[in-house]
């Protein structure tokens, strides 16, 4: 079946640091991937997302390209700040499923 | 758009009680979700719904829990009778089509004593 494997946290950094989130996918089909951020005390909200072959989402200055050579869909951030501590998700869609499958969460921390 | 509301945010109940969360999702959207989330287990799918017709109920933990959508804009997940281990956040999510992105509620926290 579907899986998304994700880095474990937690991961302290501090402000400006350069981010690395690994995500890596099992899927029979044709995912669409996914980050989501859940914010301390809210639920969670989509990050960015691809839904083919080397599309790059991006958003807030968060990236992900989506490597179906390396079945990967890792997040990256140049530069990151106080406010983007949360836990995000990595998680797929297959077509031929209903449903989202969603990574266990990797808890960030970014200090001042 | 409100976005997805639940409610109510918070409930404390003692084991054994009935719970009834409720959840309105985004109009327009035909596919509903309800999610559980603890420190232990993460974030798991309990049950979701297309059309108002329930597609997959294998993640509800037990028949203490049920869920209903009686129409487009409404749906509840109860939990009959509550225990402790029952303590999560519960949250609801919609979209739009299956495997679509899915828009999440704030959540109803819960605790059973």
């Known amino acids: 079946g579907d899986s998304v494997t994700q880095m474990e946290g937690p991961v302290t950094l501090s402000e400006e640091a350069f981010l690395t989130i690994n995500c890596t996918y099992t899927?029979?089909?044709?995912?669409?991937l996914f980050w989501y951020v859940q914010y301390p005390g809210e639920g969670l909200q989509l990050l960015l997302k691809?839904?083919?072959?080397?599309d790059k989402g991006s958003n807030k200055g968060f990236e992900a390209t989506y490597r179906k050579e390396t079945t990967s869909f890792h997040l990256e951030k140049g530069s990151v700040q106080v406010s983007d501590s949360a836990v995000y998700f990595c998680a797929l869609s297959d077509p031929d499923l209903d449903k989202l499958t969603f990574g266990k969460g990797t808890l960030l921390t970014v200090n001042p | 758009d409100a976005g997805v509301i639940q409610s109510p945010r918070h409930e404390v109940t003692e084991m054994g009680q009935e719970v009834t969360l409720r959840c309105k999702p985004i109009?327009?959207?035909?596919?509903l979700f309800w999610y559980r989330q603890t420190m232990m287990r993460g974030l798991e799918l309990l049950i979701y719904f297309n059309n108002n017709v329930p597609i997959d109920d294998s993640g509800m933990p037990e028949d203490r829990f049920s869920a209903k959508m009686p129409n487009a804009s409404f749906s509840t997940l109860k939990i009959q009778p509550s225990e402790p281990r029952d303590s999560a956040v519960y949250f609801c999510a919609s979209s739009l089509n299956n495997g679509e992105t899915q828009y999440f509620g704030p959540g109803t926290r819960l605790l059973v004593l």
């Open positions: 899927a029979t089909g044709y995912p669409s």
């Open positions: 109009s327009g959207h035909n596919s």
């Open positions: 691809a839904t083919k072959a080397d």
